[in-house]
């Protein structure tokens, strides 16, 4: 597969976004919201992210949405492509957060990891967190936190039945 690539360079950072060839203006979406998604987590942490580069690059058949793999976060292609005439804004504010999420554990799970698998709940907890309260900075319009107050609430009422795993 050929690959098409973006740039963006942010502090000193270089971000690029890696997809297929032929479908660059599509990726300027992503690689936009991981640029100022890094300057939200810079300045919310008081943290600068630590490396010279961060890539992200759209994996056909990917097995997730994404992984955060330190300076190099790969993604299932769909997650990254916004097409500005055809695509809903229901994937767009999609693609926006997990690509927030994924960056939030450059943070939460790359520069800080947790002692012991058992506390993944933990690290996903606070990046899926981190991820709508980025976005909602870059997007104060969408109203954002009340899709994350949705999603909470069902899984609260899913983890409030007896028969429940507990954390």
């Not at 690959?3 to 992503?30: N, P």
């Not at 490396?51 to 993604?75: A, C, H, P, Q, R």
């Not at 695509?87 to 504010?93: E, M, Y």
Request: charged residues 15%; hydrophobic residues 45%.
């Amino acid at each position: 597969m050929s690959l098409s690539l973006s740039i963006i360079l942010f502090s000193g950072t270089r971000v690029r976004v890696y997809i297929e060839v032929g479908k660059s203006e599509q990726g300027k979406f992503a690689l936009d919201v991981g640029v100022k998604s890094l300057d939200f987590y810079n300045d919310y942490f008081g943290t600068p992210y630590a490396l010279s580069k961060l890539d992200m690059i759209g994996i056909s058949n990917f097995s997730w949405k994404g992984m955060e793999n330190y300076g190099l976060v790969t993604f299932e292609i769909q997650d990254l492509l916004f097409n500005q005439i055809s695509s809903t804004s229901t994937k767009q504010h999609q693609i926006a957060v997990t690509v927030a999420h994924e960056l939030a554990h450059q943070w939460c799970g790359n520069l800080v990891t947790m002692e012991w698998w058992n506390y993944l709940w933990l690290s996903e907890g606070l990046a899926t967190w981190m991820a709508y309260q980025a976005v909602d900075s870059i997007f104060p319009q969408w109203n954002i936190l009340m899709e994350f107050l949705d999603s909470t609430i069902s899984t609260l009422k899913l983890d409030s039945i007896t028969g429940s795993h507990s954390i």
